[in-house]
């Protein structure tokens, strides 16, 4: 299960750290920012618009952006919860902006999750299964039965270091697949996201691999990288597992 969670705000970090291409995301906000650009500008040829946003601004470069496009960077950042515009790493590196949660007719609310053990199994995916992508996250919240009462509880990598969620895109909207939990955090909930390590990221997003080729990359994380706290005051923290630098990510 995973119904809430956070991305850190620092996107162009993740840019770096990941070497993604962001140009899908920029472009709409660098238009923006630009004065005297119409509407008429939407036929101005695509390679074109590509190497203006390119050349317009990057903090990795050393430019300054402008206030439209920090706003809409931190518009995708913080606590993300269902039905939120959430980035996705598609293939190629390149990201784009999704919903969180596929729209089904028969649901009343978007379907947020999918079980790595039956994505094959159920109609909902299978059209999906080659149209797979990464949301990266540093951290997510799960609840903590315990007995009435539930317990918020925050998970994440040592120092807050951002991983990658599997998932699975329409074209609009994304699911997070799901798997067993990992031992470290099985009391919390007997389910969490599938996280995609480093050596599967390329393989993950490789559209020439099948289902069959991938889905062994759907498991939980080592115990000794996760880090949990619950919110409620009073109720004891867990050790830390913390040995610094991990090779997830």
Known sequence: MCSRYDLNSDIYSLQARFALDLCNILRPFHRMSEPGVDDDSRNEPE????????????KDNGNKVGPDLDAAFESLSGTRRPTDPVIVILAGNTAGIRNWGLTISTLNTPLINARA??????PTFRPLLERRCLVPATGWYEWRKDGRGKHKTAITLPGHQPFLFAGLENGCEVTITTCRPANAIAHIHDRMPAVIGPNHIAGWLNRNNGFADVRHMLGPVPDHVLNWHEDAPGIAQPAKHDDGQIDLL
């Open 47 to 58: 390679r074109s618009r590509e190497n203006r946003a390119e050349n317009k601004t990057d």
């Open 117 to 122: 053990e039956t994505l094959d199994q159920k």
